[in-house]
């Protein structure tokens, strides 16, 4: 069974600092890799994904994949307070599931 | 406009009283899911379907049964609710096949059993 962990739980950067937040999955087989973002007490959304190995960047956000390290991170650019939210990694191996981690719980101070 | 809408919102049950927590979706995604978030634990997977009249067991399907009559709607039903079920419950939809994994959430519906 797919295994997703998520470090670090939580964080606190100042406004401007780079962010990284990084993810571990257990199934060399995985084909979909994602970062979801999560304010408080709204839904999930989807911020970037990627499927091959390598790294995609839109504006202030860049992931970087490696498959053969079962690791996958974001990178936040000049972070803003905005930028404050829980954020998800998932993971697919196909078919109709997806795997969550747990999170981690980014504070941006101004 | 929103795509996943869920009912209630919010919603305060008895301990052994019956919870029905229904979604709607209007993206024509085949797949839809019930998940439930608690604090350490993102987001784990109760039910899903691949399509109408289809539902299938998740990683913590105990205590739950779900429900899916037509592409649109799924509905989460906890026969006899305990107060380990007082929890935020989130629906979501998504495409089938490799390359469409992403899902698409509702708000949210946060249930305290008493």
């Known amino acids: 069974q797919q295994k997703v962990q998520q470090s670090p739980e939580s964080l606190i950067v100042p406004e401007g600092a780079m962010t990284s937040l990084n993810c571990t999955f257990s199934?060399?087989?995985?084909?979909?890799f994602a970062w979801y973002r999560q304010h408080s007490g709204k839904a999930p959304k989807a911020l970037m994904s990627i499927f091959s190995n390598g790294e995609k960047e839109e504006g202030r956000f860049t992931i970087h994949l490696n498959k053969a390290s079962l690791h996958f991170s974001l990178h936040i650019r000049d972070s803003q307070p905005s930028d404050s939210a829980l954020y998800l990694c998932a993971v697919s191996a196909g078919g109709y599931k997806v795997v969550f981690g747990s999170g981690t719980r980014l504070l941006v101070s101004p | 406009e929103a795509a996943v809408t869920q009912s209630p919102r919010n919603k305060v049950a008895v301990t052994g009283g019956k919870v029905t927590l229904s979604c709607n979706q209007t993206n024509n995604h085949n797949n839809m899911y019930w998940y439930r978030q608690d604090t350490g634990h993102g987001l784990r997977l109760i039910h899903y379907?691949?399509?109408?009249?289809?539902?299938e067991k998740g990683d913590i399907p105990d205590g739950y049964k779900a429900s899916r009559p037509s592409q649109e709607n799924f509905s989460l039903i906890l026969e006899l609710a305990t107060p380990s079920q007082t929890s935020v419950y989130f629906c979501a939809s998504g495409k089938t096949g490799t390359g469409h994994a992403e899902q698409f959430f509702g708000p949210g519906t946060r249930l305290t059993v008493l």
């Open positions: 379907s691949y399509g109408a009249g289809s539902t």
């Open positions: 199934d060399s087989a995985s084909q979909y």
